[in-house]
């Protein structure tokens, strides 16, 4: 099993950034297609990119698109997310997820039934 632990939520103000990471158990299969997702209460889970196992395919959501940038080390078995002019509609509980190589694909990365694995989530709060 892939265990992820995501951590770097935090308190940020109107148009700061914030950096999040995943991180992936030692001994996970580094060949998956990593995703963060981000839900808020009453809303259904939302994806807001996604990078594929060597890093040669990287997807957003338009309404992060130009703000984000996703990335990951397989050396160490993790992914950040960063996320620039955070405007308070960004705030969220943000988690990570894994899945199959080729869940990322344009078509299928958004959506939340494909992924296999899930961390517990870190809180991002945008005053």
């Known amino acids: 099993d892939v265990q992820l632990v995501e951590s770097g939520g935090d308190f940020v103000q109107d148009g700061g950034s914030l950096t999040l990471t995943c991180a992936a158990s030692?001994?996970?299969?580094?060949?998956?297609?990593m995703a963060w997702f981000r839900q808020t209460s009453g809303k259904e889970r939302e994806g807001v990119a996604a990078?594929?196992?060597?890093?040669?395919?990287?997807f957003y959501n338009p309404l992060v698109s130009g703000r984000a940038t996703i990335s990951r080390d397989n050396a160490k078995n993790t992914m950040n997310l960063t996320i620039a002019n955070l405007k308070p509609e960004d705030a969220a509980v943000y988690y990570c997820?894994?899945?199959?190589?080729?869940?990322?694909?344009?078509?299928?990365?958004?959506?939340?039934?494909?992924?296999?694995?899930w961390g517990q989530g870190t809180q991002v709060t945008v005053s």
């Open positions: 030692p001994s996970s299969n580094t060949d998956n297609c």
């Open positions: 990078i594929s196992p060597s890093s040669t395919l990287i």
């Open positions: 997820a894994a899945g199959a190589p080729y869940v990322c694909a344009s078509t299928t990365w958004s959506h939340r039934g494909v992924y296999y694995y």
